[in-house]
């Protein structure tokens, strides 16, 4: 995330003991596209502060928690649940995946990606604080609408996939999802830092818990294609993670699982 304009504290209507915290460090607006409001603090070495309804940023803390235990995310520094929830999280050192000397790169931008999302994935996660990722992202393809342009990004991986009959197949085949890996949920070129092209972690991994490889593999194909402008490079992608253990049945029902909207 990168900070923006200055913004006043007393506008925040923050809870005293966050401005204790503060203690007068500038802040800086934040926000980017997860929904909660988010606000840098530049001071000591820097923190982000989110700020949305309350009880919503339970599974964050959770989460960001427990990627930073495995080395793969930063520390959580406070968890606050009052009239808001407020998440405190220190910085990582680096750059996002969508930075233009990454991107300038698109070979070398999406062997990394791969190689990254195998370090998730090999994991030893049987103390995940949250299981059964699939079984709640399949419910929700019985109720929501799926994004066709999504489909179609990704229709060379998946094949051709309608939206309009995509929650009857995800119907007929869940029972190939399965839940043995933990994964990011949102994988997405945005939420990987890189450190000079060294992997530094991941950022945004309220989506995360225990998964199917296929979900996150989906998800990567298709940032790929809408932040590079080309489908070409899903192939290294893939190749850099690992074809050994790619199913396509089970990455045809992500990606249409992928394309919710």
Not at 114 to 140: F, Q, T, V, W
Not at 151 to 176: F, H, K, P, Q, V
Not at 200 to 217: K, M, P, S
Not at 231 to 260: Q, V, W
């Amino acid at each position: 995330m990168k900070k923006n304009e200055q913004v006043d504290i007393d506008v925040l209507s923050l809870p005293d003991e966050l401005i204790e915290w503060i203690d007068n460090a500038p802040i800086y607006e934040s926000s980017g596209e997860s929904g909660a409001r988010t606000i840098y603090i530049d001071r000591d070495e820097g923190a982000y502060l989110k700020i949305s309804a309350l009880g919503s940023l339970l599974r964050s803390s959770q989460m960001q928690t427990y990627y930073s235990n495995h080395k793969l995310s930063s520390p959580v520094i406070r968890y606050l649940s009052t009239d808001r929830d407020y998440l405190i999280t220190s910085p990582i050192k680096g750059e996002d995946g969508i930075t233009r000397r990454y991107l300038d790169e698109p070979e070398k931008l999406s062997e990394i990606f791969g190689i990254s999302l195998r370090i998730l994935h090999e994991i030893d996660a049987y103390d995940c604080p949250i299981k059964n990722r699939m079984n709640e992202i399949a419910l929700s393809a019985e109720r929501d609408s799926f994004l066709q342009n999504h489909l179609d990004d990704i229709a060379e991986y998946i094949g051709a996939a309608n939206a309009n009959t995509a929650s009857e197949e995800i119907i007929a085949s869940r029972g190939l999802l399965k839940n043995d890996v933990l994964i990011h949920g949102d994988y997405c070129l945005p939420n990987i830092i890189l450190n000079d092209w060294a992997f530094e972690g991941f950022i945004d991994v309220t989506e995360g818990g225990l998964g199917d490889r296929h979900y996150d593999l989906a998800w990567g194909l298709w940032t790929l294609n809408r932040n590079l402008k080309s489908s070409k490079y899903g192939h290294r992608f893939l190749d850099a993670y690992g074809r050994d253990c790619i199913d396509k049945d089970r990455l045809r029902i992500c990606g249409l699982l992928a394309a919710l909207e």
